[in-house]
């Protein structure tokens, strides 16, 4: 399993490598939903299905640093905001 301490790094990697496909986007989505604990974290699972086993394990480090860190760190929301240009295009 992808450590938790390069799993925001790894995850950046994917999506900026390929922000169209289908594990990108699948990633980008979880981690958008990791930012609001408050409404339960809710990710439809099934679509894990949709990911290749690499990408899966970069989800359970990525839920794993949400749930001992957070996600209000600088490290988080540097990689988000490299994140959200990749897949928007910008």
């Known amino acids: 399993m992808a450590g938790t301490d390069d799993a925001l790094a790894r995850s950046l990697a994917l999506i900026e490598a390929a922000p169209e496909s289908a594990n990108a986007l699948t990633l980008y989505a979880l981690i958008n939903t990791l930012e609001y604990a408050r409404a339960g ?5 099934a679509k894990l299905k949709d990911m290749d086993a690499e ?3 970069l989800v ?3 839920m794993e640093l949400a749930v ?3 996600v209000d ?3 988080w929301q540097d ?11 910008v």
């Open 60 to 62: 359970y480090a990525l």
């Open 55 to 57: 990408a899966r394990q």
């Open 41 to 45: 974290w809710l990710f439809k699972l």
């Open 79 to 89: 990689a988000k905001a490299r994140m959200d240009r990749a897949v928007r295009g």
């Open 68 to 70: 001992t860190t957070g």
């Open 73 to 75: 760190t600088a490290a």
